[in-house]
Each structure stands twice: as structure tokens, then as C-alpha cells.
């Protein structure tokens, strides 16, 4: 398993939700927790990986607190308020950073790794954290959330590169 980039096609698929959370869901989380601390990331989707599941896990703090990987499954977003700006980067937009508008504070849904149904409150960097991840879920970049101008650069920014690694 490695992390997808873009322009890989997967990445702007939308993913579809988890029917049964079995021993392969139970894997790709590992892997995913994995590959996520590796690249020092602090989210990361299923369809980065390659695998079109509404899957996502993260872990803000395991630099200061140590591992804790958190999983949801088939998530939602019940209730978002009030504007958020920030500056955005992604494992799969590489040397890109996006200026994005998110909401400030979200109440999101979905199952953790169990199954069970969970509620997450969230704010600032994890409420942004979260919409980013549902974002990939539909097949969102944070190329999306920028300029035709920027995003074309960096389109053309890539072409350039894959061309002259091929
Ligand atoms: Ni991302």
C-alpha cells in the first residue's frame, strides 16, 4: 500500500460506504494508522490508499501525547457553524497549500471500528481536520478549494514532473 497523489482518478471518486466492518475494514485501518504516521500526517482517507471505502482515520496529537488512532466509518456532518480560514495541505496534493474557508466548530456522525454509532463535537484544527477527510470521502481536493489560476498551475506544476520522471 502506498499513498495515492494526485492526479490519480480514485482521488476524485466518491467513496463508497462501509456495508460490513469486517477483517479487511479491520486491516485497511492498521495499514492506513500506519501509513498516516509515517508520512506525519494527521488525517488520512481510504481512497488515498486506493480503496474507494467511506473510511478515515486520524490523530492530531500523537507528537505530544503519544499514538491514539481515531477511525470513522460512513461519516457525516450533522451540524457546522461559523467560518474557519486556514491554510490546507494534503499527503495527496504534494508541496501544495491551499487557503480554504471551513466551518469552526461541526458535529459529525459515523461508526468507529466496532460499528457502534458515534457523535464527534469538534473545533478549529480537528473540525477542519474532519471536513478535509469527508472531503476525500467525496472526492474533494484542496485543489478544489482554490483559484482555477493556482489550481492550473500546480496541474501543470505536475505534469511537468511526471513527464520528467517518466
Ligand atoms: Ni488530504
Redesign the pocket.
Known amino acids: 500500500m502506498e499513498i495515492v497523489t494526485y492526479p490519480d482518478p480514485i482521488l476524485t471518486k466518491k467513496a463508497e460506504p462501509v456495508e460490513h466492518i469486517d477483517q479487511d475494514i479491520q486491516d485497511l485501518i492498521e495499514n492506513m494508522g500506519e501509513m498516516m504516521y509515517r508520512a506525519s500526517g494527521i488525517g488520512l482517507a481510504a481512497n488515498?490508499v486506493g480503496v474507494a471505502k467511506q473510511v478515515f482515520v486520524y490523530d492530531l496529537r500523537y507528537r505530544e501525547r503519544g499514538r491514539n488512532l481515531n477511525v470513522l466509518i460512513n461519516p457525516t456532518i450533522v451540524l457546522a457553524e461559523e467560518n474557519i480560514d486556514f491554510e490546507e495541505g494534503?499527503?495527496?496534493v504534494p508541496d501544495f497549500l491551499a487557503k480554504t474557508t471551513r466551518r469552526k466548530y461541526i458535529k459529525a456522525k459515523g461508526l468507529d471500528r466496532d460499528g457502534k454509532p458515534i457523535d464527534i463535537e469538534a473545533e478549529d484544527l480537528l473540525a477542519i481536520c474532519i471536513q478535509?477527510e469527508i472531503d476525500?470521502l467525496n472526492g474533494t481536493l484542496i485543489l478544489d478549494h482554490v483559484s482555477h489560476l493556482k489550481r492550473d498551475l500546480y496541474k501543470r506544476r505536475i505534469r511537468k514532473l511526471m513527464k520528467r520522471d517518466a
Open positions: 488515498q494534503c499527503l495527496s478535509h476525500h
